[in-house]
């Protein structure tokens, strides 16, 4: 899972993105992904696009 990560904010890098927006779940099976995304930079936001606030869902996002 790092790898596939690392090749997507490499390739957002490359592509000249500003920002990395992501949805994942709130649930406790969900806590070694948010960690994951953790280590690389992301930080927890506010629902983006049309999301809208969800007790099963968690908002991350990562400046390029």
Same mark, same amino acid.
């Given at each position: +899972? +790092?790898? *596939?990560? /690392?090749?997507?904010?490499?390739?957002? /890098?490359?592509?000249?993105? !500003?920002?990395l927006n992501l949805e994942t779940g709130a649930m406790? /099976?969900? @806590?070694? @992904?948010? @960690?994951?995304?953790?280590?690389?930079?992301?930080?927890?936001?506010?629902? &983006?696009?049309?999301?809208? /606030?969800?007790?099963?869902? *968690? &908002?991350?996002?990562?400046? !390029?």
């Amino acid at each position: +899972s +790092s790898r *596939v990560l /690392e090749h997507i904010i490499q390739e957002a /890098e490359r592509r000249v993105y !500003l920002r990395l927006n992501l949805e994942t779940g709130a649930m406790p /099976e969900f @806590a070694p @992904a948010r @960690a994951l995304y953790s280590r690389y930079g992301f930080e927890y936001c506010d629902p &983006f696009a049309d999301y809208i /606030e969800d007790p099963n869902s *968690v &908002f991350m996002t990562k400046k !390029l």
